[in-house]
């Protein structure tokens, strides 16, 4: 079993995990391949999210060697190791300064969420050794939670066996019997920035309790895996529907993504925080995706597109919703492609460091008013966006990040564009 990367297989730990959907659970992931899988559980989940963070105390003299672990809230030591109390004292403090710093550089001054009394869902990428989790787990359970449970893609079954004594309930999606690393078992095990961990941990609390609040402004009333028949495939989709959505933003990936995107995931959190609805799919099936031309064939991208849209038009509770396009990279093409289709039914189209210029004979028909979004680092695809802009006969803004390189990777960049995105979208998809 591979996983295509973080993202795919932390949706299929939440399916598995949905028993705790809008409980009193929390999600603690471990940075930093943990993070990834812990904010899209929490999401699916409706729990609030947080890291755990632990660092061990090293022998005198021989800081490799664990004689104990901290946390922020509590310590565990080696009962067979002899040391004297000052330096378990003065080496905790020193390593609860430095996580409280840690921490303060992940979610600046936000309070660590309140594990006493309730269900812990501790989340990481996989486990080689254990170390980590194992003292993750005794840390926590020092903070007296109900229950501890251990959700993973990918761990050794060896290993697996020996955390069951420290945790009340593990859920692992593969555990291989010949088992050497966890990068092994995906397509994609990109390194996780500490950028990216902080941008995660800004997406919107997802706290059950406040997603009930009368205070809140767009309350969920659904998120939804949807199967969309398209001739003889079948299109797997995500849909998540705020209750009185104001209109509805269907993505458009790029070659090589998926609807797992994080970078597509964050910007349409903030849309649905918004009260729109948001559908986040998949372009080609897992077969034809191997195919590497299939990723560049902007007129069978564009139809894809086009069709998943009358299907969703065809839904009764979505038949007079206003929709808009986000595409990123040639995802963009697609989208603009389908929206010159389309014509007025497709109301704005937002592009993210796109290639709209593999759609250029069709920009003149486009109506929807489009935003083209364009890292100022990017160079090569700035004059391509130029290109479009010049060829768009719409209402059209070209809008240059500063600081910004292809995948807005740069602290407070995607922000940026998620912000951008949905004031276009508050503007014009009405």
Known sequence: MTFRNREEAAYLLAEDLKEYRNTDAVVLALPRGGVPLGHIIARELHLPLDIELIKKIGYPGQPEYAVGAVSMHS???????????????????????????????YKGARQPVEVEGRTVLLVDDGIATGYTIMAAAQLIRAANPSRIVIAVPVASPRILNKLSRYVDEIVCLYAPDHFQAVGQFYEDFSEVTHGDVVRLLTWPDTDNSSAKSN????????????????????????????????????????????????????????????????????????????????????PLLIQRLVRVTQWLQS???????????????????????????????????????GRPDLA????????????????????????????????????????????????????????????????WFRQYLR
Do not use: C, W
């Open 215 to 298: 205070n809140q402004k767009h309350n969920r009333m659904g998120a939804y895996e949807v199967k969309i028949r398209i001739g003889a495939e079948e299109l797997m989709g995500n849909l998540h529907l705020p209750a009185n959505a104001t209109g509805i933003v269907i993505f458009s990936h790029g070659s090589g993504s998926s609807r797992h995107s994080s970078r597509n995931r964050y910007v349409a959190s903030v849309l649905e925080d918004e009260g729109f609805g948001t559908l986040l799919f998949d372009l080609l099936t897992e077969e034809e995706d191997r195919i590497y031309e299939n990723r560049f064939d902007i």
């Open 75 to 105: 310590q565990v030591l080696n009962p067979d190791i002899d040391l004297p109390q000052e330096y378990y004292d003065e080496q905790t403090e020193r390593i609860r300064e430095e996580l409280r710093n840690r921490y303060e550089r």
């Open 315 to 353: 839904q009764e509770e979505l038949q007079h919703m206003p929709m808009g396009y986000f595409g990123a990279s040639t995802g963009a093409a697609s989208a603009l492609g389908a929206a010159a289709e389309l014509g007025d039914a497709i109301k704005a189209v937002v592009s993210r460091g």
């Open 360 to 423: 250029l004979p069709v920009l003149p028909r486009v109506k929807a008013a489009t935003l083209l979004l364009v890292g100022s680092l990017d160079y090569p695809v700035i004059g391509m966006n130029e290109e479009a802009y010049d060829a768009l006969n719409t209402e059209r803004t070209l809008t240059i990040v500063p600081g910004a390189s292809h995948l807005f990777e740069e602290p407070g960049k995607l922000e940026e564009v998620a912000h951008l995105a949905m004031e």
